[in-house]
């Protein structure tokens, strides 16, 4: 029977992961488990925008493999190479994961792929990253639902925002990333949601600034409820809201190519608007297999205003080459 393997050790790993999110959290799993890294890319001139997922997909113990998604921003072009589960292996030490040849950490990533439907090869650096801070009671983005058992699917963040540098050849064309943008996180778990709103960019006209939004129906112990994520980096500082951090939807808006959000708490009001552009299908997991087919744009655009409570304007600007996904059926996410 094929196992996952282990680059190097550290001792109470299982006990220590939690707080470690980024890094590989599925030790123990034999069936009905997923997990995956999401690597956004964006040349420095926007012609080029790349994603390239890793993961894994456990179903029983005869059902399991490797894969590595790739798609194209700008055609919608997607592809999915699968690996041996036994050619996955990830580190204890630090965030890194290695499938065959291809090797993913903080520091960047390695691809050598040569299948019959893509070869994707080079080297990709990411410098200057802006990872989420963890701490004893809010270990990632998921705040204190970290710790929450039986929940279908987990969320975490590599790095808001980071520059690039290297480059990649993808069916013998070249593609320069150098001085251009990056974005990562994270899922891993059982199934995606049945419904949700992703959205995500780090290209505003202010530079270093992100933004990244997700709101899902969240099935537990019998029942749902709808929770958000919601991040925002300006001028080196992170801000979050979400259910844990007290702040409220107090508006959502969806037709067939944008999606309208309002969200406030205690200090803030942050109105978004997002807009679809094309979109290529990727495969998503459900109860750890990879048969669910959706619809990601990652040339999106999103607006978004900051506002404090008093209604002065403190951040108004508009977000290209923006990851968007609205999957499911709009009301299933009530607010």
């Given at each position: 029977m094929t196992t996952i393997k282990t680059i190097d050790s550290i001792p109470f790993y299982n006990l220590t992961k939690t707080w470690r999110p980024v890094q590989f959290q599925g030790t123990s799993k034999s069936s009905r488990y997923?997990?995956?890294?999401?690597?956004?890319?964006?040349?420095?001139?926007?012609?080029?925008?790349?994603?390239?997922?890793?993961?894994?997909?456990?179903?029983?113990?005869?059902?399991?493999?490797?894969?590595?998604?790739?798609?194209?921003g700008k055609t919608a072009e997607t592809w999915y190479v699968k690996f041996p589960i036994d050619e996955f292996s990830y580190s204890k030490q630090n965030f890194e994961v290695a499938i065959g040849k291809n090797r993913f950490s903080y520091d960047g990533f390695l691809l050598d792929i040569d299948s019959?439907?893509?070869k994707a090869s080079g080297r990709v650096s990411f410098i200057n990253i802006q990872p989420l801070k963890s701490t004893f009671f809010n270990p990632g983005i998921m705040g204190w639902y970290s710790f929450v058992p039986f929940m279908e699917c987990y969320h975490g963040l590599v790095s808001m925002n980071h520059d690039l540098d290297?480059?990649?050849?993808?069916?013998?064309?070249?593609?320069?990333?150098?001085?251009?943008?990056?974005?990562?996180?994270?899922?891993?778990?059982r199934s995606m949601p049945s419904a949700w709103i992703w959205m995500q960019t780090n290209h505003f006209e202010q530079t270093g600034s992100s933004f990244m939004l997700s709101v899902a129906k969240i099935p537990w112990l019998g029942n749902s409820f709808t929770g958000f994520l919601c991040v925002f980096?300006?001028?080196?500082?992170?801000?979050?809201?979400?259910?844990?951090?007290?702040?409220?939807?107090?508006?959502?808006?969806?037709?067939?190519?944008?999606?309208?959000?309002?969200?406030?708490?205690?200090?803030?009001?942050?109105?978004?608007?997002?807009?679809?552009?094309?979109?290529?299908?990727?495969?998503?997991?459900?109860?750890?297999?990879?048969?669910?087919?959706?619809?990601?744009?990652?040339?999106?655009?999103?607006?978004?205003?900051?506002?404090?409570?008093?209604?002065?304007?403190?951040?108004?600007?508009?977000?290209?080459?923006?990851?968007?996904?609205?999957v499911g059926d709009p009301g299933e996410l009530p607010v």
């Open positions: 997923f997990e995956g890294w999401y690597f956004k890319n964006v040349s420095a001139d926007g012609d080029h925008i790349w994603s390239i997922i890793p993961g894994i997909s456990i179903v029983d113990k005869n059902n399991k493999h490797a894969f590595i998604q790739l798609i194209n019959e439907e893509i290297g480059s990649l050849s993808i069916n013998n064309n070249l593609v320069d990333f150098s001085r251009g943008k990056g974005y990562s996180e994270k899922d891993w778990g980096l300006l001028e080196g500082k992170i801000h979050r809201f979400a259910n844990y951090t007290g702040a409220k939807i107090s508006r959502l808006g969806i037709d067939d190519e944008s999606v309208s959000v309002d969200i406030h708490d205690k200090k803030y009001l942050l109105k978004i608007k997002a807009q679809h552009a094309g979109r290529g299908i990727l495969a998503a997991p459900l109860d750890g297999a990879m048969d669910r087919r959706i619809a990601e744009s990652v040339d999106a655009t999103i607006e978004l205003t900051v506002s404090d409570k008093n209604g002065n304007k403190l951040f108004s600007g508009k977000g290209k080459n923006a990851g968007l996904e609205l």
